[in-house]
């Protein structure tokens, strides 16, 4: 799988690289500026980019500006973005083409290098992987309102992993659950929200995150 | 040109008429009261020579002061252009080594202000005849001509006066006369007429007149300006080295401290490796954790520093992000051709922030809206809420604190809030945009 990489700090480009590297992906190109990143998105057409938001030369939002111009010229080009500090703002704008395959992450879940390596993953297979604390202020924001109040604590919590990007299975695996008590918590979700059911994990993602974002 | 008025522009057009003359004679009504304070000024001056002057100074120019500032309020308030006032502030330090009442007494002569004062409250019962009064007594000239017509003319003829209405004689063959009956009513109709029309000139020239002595001087106007700038400079140094007291605690207490933390815990880890390698493994994780932990203080220490949106985007979309944010559903509206410069940015990043922290927690509103534009060189923030209204700037609300804070650009802030509401918050600071971004 070939990745297309851009982070100014020349330290963690390379640990990013050799972990990447390490889990069987090509780095078809590194790159440290904003305008370079735009360049090496539309050259090499990869299966997946992970950007820093802020980039030079402008070391503002840089990063975020490149992916969205190359994403309006590549629809659905699969897109990880990392930054210091996640903003709904951004989230936003990047989720507001609805043709998924967008990751807004944290740089700390770098830490964690299966878990990032399996947001990678799934942003290149077309899914989503939004951070936790993207996802928990949405919720915050809407649960006081119905009819999201109607939703018990635990499909609560199973509707924050879902609309971070998770499978089914991996929101078991995390609940500690089967993954059947969880597709019926999901069928309660989509029903009190009134969301068509799909069974297509991609377009379930967008939905509730379209839901939370409205 | 009457006749190409609309309807609402005849009828101001009449009003100031209708007005003018009543507010003119009202103003040389005040004659009196000055008179008065005039002659008590005059004695205190000439009584400085025996000494007896110096403690009367401070109280007659004191009395001046509240007499010319009523002149200022009801001319400000009949013409539509206030007139400010000029004295000096007192700075401290001068005139220290003098006892109270010597102070008192120096402040008082030393300010040009009262000198001025006194002059125009010397002329003014004078200038006031000729000038804002002038109408109101032609009009009411014109209505005594009126009555001589109708039956006065024949009274005072009766009781054989010899009297004059302009260049008409008022004698006893009077009433046997209609030239001279017909020709008073015509005359006094005329003194009304030209008593209305220049009823409004007249009570400019007289707020020209005293503009020209109440309003500050060059000078004054520079000393009143360098007092704010003062007082701003203060509060400005005062917010900021408040501000690096609490950035310094916070580091201190949170991301210092965990740092010190995890280095210990490492030391630990480091010393259990071979000894008890699943408690190292255990202790790790936490250090992770705290790791992970001591970023997110930072995070959020930077975002209270300095927001990254605001430093990306700008004010504007800063400002659509905190709505986001915000527990209530907050409508932002934004026309900015361009970005402030960061200071100025900040400060209304931060005091829009404080107005809707206010709507969240005081206001029990359920909508909440944000309006930022910029016309004229000044950029205007509107924050709108449908509470119950009632706020204050007294009232602990922080408002206060926004005011200072845009105070030190130049910055104005206007709080409307009726109770029961809605509450309207609308601050303005002077500033240019720039096209380009920030670097």
């Known amino acids: ?214 | 040109m009457v006749g190409e008025m609309t309807r609402e522009d005849r009828r101001t057009w009449l009003d100031t008429r209708a007005r003018a003359p009543w507010h003119g004679f009202r103003l040389w009504l005040l004659s009196f009261p000055t008179m008065i304070v005039v002659t008590w000024m005059n004695t205190a001056v000439s009584l400085i020579s025996i000494g007896v002057g110096i403690p009367m100074i401070p109280s007659a120019a004191k009395l001046q002061r509240r007499m010319t500032n009523v002149y200022r309020d009801r001319i400000g308030a009949w013409t539509g252009r206030p007139i400010e006032r000029p004295y000096l502030p007192h700075t401290k330090g001068s005139f220290a080594t003098m006892t109270r009442a010597q102070r008192c007494f120096m402040r008082a002569v030393s300010d040009p202000a009262t000198w001025r004062d006194y002059s125009f409250l010397m002329c003014e019962p004078i200038v006031a005849i000729f000038t804002c009064a002038l109408p109101f007594l032609l009009i009411v000239y014109g209505v005594w001509g009126w009555m001589l017509s109708l039956w006065a003319g024949a009274v005072l003829g009766d009781i054989g006066a010899q009297d004059w209405y302009a260049m008409i004689p008022i004698s006893q063959d009077y009433t046997q006369q209609p030239e001279r009956v017909v020709g008073t009513a015509v005359l006094g109709t005329l003194f009304i007429a030209v008593g209305f029309l220049i009823g409004p000139a007249m009570l400019d020239y007289h707020a020209r007149w005293a503009r020209w002595l109440l309003g500050p001087t060059e000078k004054a106007k520079l000393a009143l300006r360098v007092q704010h700038l003062t007082e701003t400079r203060h509060d400005a140094v005062d917010v900021s080295a408040a501000e690096l007291r609490r950035i310094e605690r916070d580091l201190h207490d949170g991301a210092q401290a965990r740092l010190v933390a995890m280095g210990m815990s490492l030391g630990a880890i480091e010393h259990l490796l071979d000894k008890d390698p699943e408690k190292a493994r255990l202790l790790l994780a936490e250090t992770r954790a705290s790791s992970a932990k001591a970023l997110a203080e930072l995070r959020d220490l930077v975002r209270g520093i300095h927001p990254p949106v605001l430093a990306d985007r700008g004010v504007g979309d800063a400002v659509k992000a905190l709505a986001l944010d915000h527990p209530l559903p907050v409508e932002v509206t934004v026309e900015l051709p361009g970005r402030p410069e960061a200071p100025v940015e900040s400060a209304v990043y931060f005091a829009i922030c404080e107005m809707l922290t206010n709507a969240a927690k005081h206001s029990g509103a359920r909508r909440v809206w944000v309006e930022l534009t910029h016309n004229d060189g000044t950029l205007r923030a509107t924050v709108t809420d449908d509470g119950q209204g009632g706020a204050s700037l007294e009232a602990g609300t922080g408002l206060r604190g926004v005011e200072r804070r845009i105070g030190t650009f130049d910055g104005v802030l206007a709080l409307s809030s009726p109770p029961g509401g809605p509450t309207i918050v609308t601050l303005e600071v002077p500033c240019d945009l720039r096209t380009t971004s920030h670097p």
């Open chain 1, 1 to 214: 799988m070939r990745v297309v990489l851009a982070e100014d700090l020349a330290l963690l480009r390379e640990g990013l690289v050799s972990m990447l590297e390490a889990h069987g992906f090509e780095i078809a190109a590194a790159v440290d500026n904003g305008p370079s990143l735009i360049k090496a998105l539309l050259d090499h057409r990869p299966d997946v980019a992970v950007v820093d938001v802020r980039l030079p030369p402008s070391f503002t939002d840089e990063g975020l500006q490149a992916v969205l111009e190359a994403r309006r010229q590549v629809p659905g080009l699969p897109v990880l973005v990392l930054s210091q500090y996640v903003e709904q703002l951004y989230a936003r704008e990047l989720l507001a083409d609805g043709t998924g395959g967008i990751g807004y992450l944290l740089k700390d879940r770098v830490f964690d290098a299966a878990q990032f390596i399996d947001s990678v993953r799934r942003v290149a297979a077309g899914g989503t992987a939004m951070d936790p604390e993207v996802i928990s202020r949405l919720v915050a924001r809407t649960t006081r309102e119905e009819p999201l109040a109607r939703l018990t604590p635990r499909e609560l919590e199973v509707l924050e992993l879902m609309a971070q990007g998770r499978s089914n299975a991996a929101i078991a695996q995390q609940l500690v659950v089967t993954e059947r008590a969880i597709s019926k918590h999901t069928a309660n979700i989509f029903d009190k929200l009134g969301l068509a059911v799909s069974d297509d994990d991609n377009r379930r993602v967008l939905a509730v995150l379209a839901y939370l974002n409205r």
